[in-house]
């Protein structure tokens, strides 16, 4: 095995990044979440660099600021329309730029596209559900992508940060229901 390989390097990098997204699907928090996945992505992007994912990289790479922007609450509808044309923008930019330079249409570019718009547009939710919900949608799209670009170490990843969100959305949902029970409790005593 040839240690300095992309392919080899890529997923090192992979590595590291996704055992950082994978935890990011447990926290309850979404400032934890983002901050978490801002690492993530940034690691991402060197990754894609590495693996021939310009389309990838880029997207990555504007999803740092986006997640920075929302920590802070600052990631308003402005902010929100800019980081999202520039997503398409960038995104599809680099996807046909992968497919005229290999003459072939190349599927990987043009996945994580949308996903990352919507993310974008939805980062705001209050709903911790919804907001999970929002994660697994994208690292659905990121998953079949990274399978593409033979990023192996970030498809198995993603699976988990996917198997940890729905974890998160049933610990959720049942405080919600225990904290609707408690009310429904005093309620009936009253």
């Known amino acids: 095995m040839d240690f300095t390989s992309p392919l080899f390097l890529g997923n090192l990098v992979s590595l590291i990044a996704c ?31 590495i693996l021939q994912s310009p389309s990838g990289a880029v997207l990555n790479a504007l999803s740092v600021p986006r997640n920075l922007l929302a920590c802070k609450n600052k990631l308003n509808f402005p902010v929100k329309l800019i980081l999202s044309v520039l997503s398409g923008g960038f995104g599809l930019f680099f996807a046909v730029s992968v497919c005229l330079q290999r003459q072939t249409f190349v599927l990987a570019g043009f996945l994580p596209i ?20 929002l994660v697994i949608q994208m690292i659905t799209f990121w998953t079949i ?27 959720i949902r049942k405080e919600q229901e225990a904290q609707q029970n408690e009310s429904v409790k005093q309620e009936t005593s009253v």
Not at 34 to 47: H, N
Request: proline fraction near 3%; charge should be positive; include cysteine.
């Open 145 to 171: 992508h990274d399978f593409l670009i033979q990023s192996y170490t970030s498809c198995f990843f993603n699976l988990f940060q996917i198997i940890f969100s729905i974890s998160a959305i049933i610990r």
């Open 114 to 133: 949308i996903p990352t718009i919507l993310y974008t547009v939805f980062l705001d939710t209050q709903d911790p559900v919804k907001f999970k919900l």
């Open 19 to 49: 055992s950082i997204s994978a935890a990011s699907g447990y926290v309850k928090s979404k400032n934890k979440t983002l901050i978490m996945q801002t690492i993530q992505q940034a690691m991402s992007m060197t990754a894609c660099i």
